[in-house]
């Protein structure tokens, strides 16, 4: 919808460090941790949920030692508490639905710290399947443009196999402008690609083969009714409070249906 952000486009327009912050290494330590204990395999090559890991912890610059121990704790080769895997979801600011992924080695901390959360936020923590109705199951590609109009690439990606793009726009000082000589003035073309989820790493293969440049891929839970928002207070509580979840070490990803107009963000 023009005019509108939600928050997969916000957090890229934010800039790389916004959205590293979030990172941690304790984050992507125990995403790293888990994949290798739910596949048993310590092989990227044969663990895809690894490979995506280990890819965002190149990105955050996670150094090799600290790699190897996250993954010889999910084969079991080293002392520790045993980590699990937990969802939440609730209502946030502005009737927003929110659905919560994380990894904890202490659920019950864990749960009261979101319940926390949400609570100080004015919104509340629900059971199972109070907002997983609202999401979907999607692959989420992130590619910079070759340069050409947003339409004719827009309608390249969708005849690619594409079920959905969106475009946006991002800082040029977020990227390493080498890399990005495709990019006019100030801000670079991007687009959100999204594809069925057992689609990902073919629909990547095949934007990166017509000369697209794929800047990450991973499995998200797509809003499929979004909850508008139209006054700046409740789009600036909105925002924080979906930053404050993500700031939590034990939260990997937070998805949200809010649909903000860009004028009341920036």
């Known amino acids: 919808m023009s005019g509108h952000s939600k928050w997969s486009t916000i957090k890229r327009q934010k800039g790389v460090a916004d959205i590293k912050r979030g990172q941690t290494f304790t984050k992507v330590a125990n995403a790293i941790t888990l994949a290798v204990k739910l596949s048993g395999s310590g092989d990227p090559n044969s663990n895809p949920r ?10 955050v610059n996670m150094p090799k030692d600290n790699i190897q121990r ?7 080769k080293l ?8 969802t939440y979801e609730g209502f946030g600011p502005g009737k927003t639905a929110f659905f919560i992924e994380g990894v904890t080695d202490n659920k019950l901390r864990t749960l009261q710290e979101i319940k926390n959360l949400f609570e100080r936020a004015g919104g509340s923590l629900g059971g199972s399947g109070s907002t997983a109705y609202l999401f979907i199951p999607k692959g989420e590609i992130r590619a910079l ?4 109009s947003s339409e004719d690439e827009m309608l390249e990606l969708i005849d690619l196999g594409a079920e959905d793009v969106e475009d946006y726009m991002e800082p040029l000082d977020s990227f390493d402008k080498a890399q990005d000589k495709s990019a006019q003035g100030h801000d670079i073309q991007k687009y959100l690609v999204y594809t069925p989820s ?3 790493n073919t629909m990547g293969n095949k934007i990166t083969q017509v000369g697209y440049r794929v800047e990450s891929q991973e499995l998200v839970m797509k809003p499929i009714i979004l909850q508008p928002i139209n006054d700046k207070e409740t789009a600036q509580k909105a925002v924080e409070f979906t930053e404050r979840l993500e700031e939590n070490d034990d939260i990997q990803k937070v998805y949200t249906n809010f649909d903000i107009e860009e004028s009341l963000i920036t």
């Open 198 to 200: 057992s689609e990902l």
């Open 70 to 76: 996250a993954v010889d704790r999910g084969l079991g």
């Open 79 to 86: 002392p520790g508490q045993s980590i699990e895997e937990v």
């Open 145 to 148: 443009s070759k340069g050409g």
């Open 50 to 59: 690894l490979r995506t890991v280990l890819d965002e912890a190149r990105e």
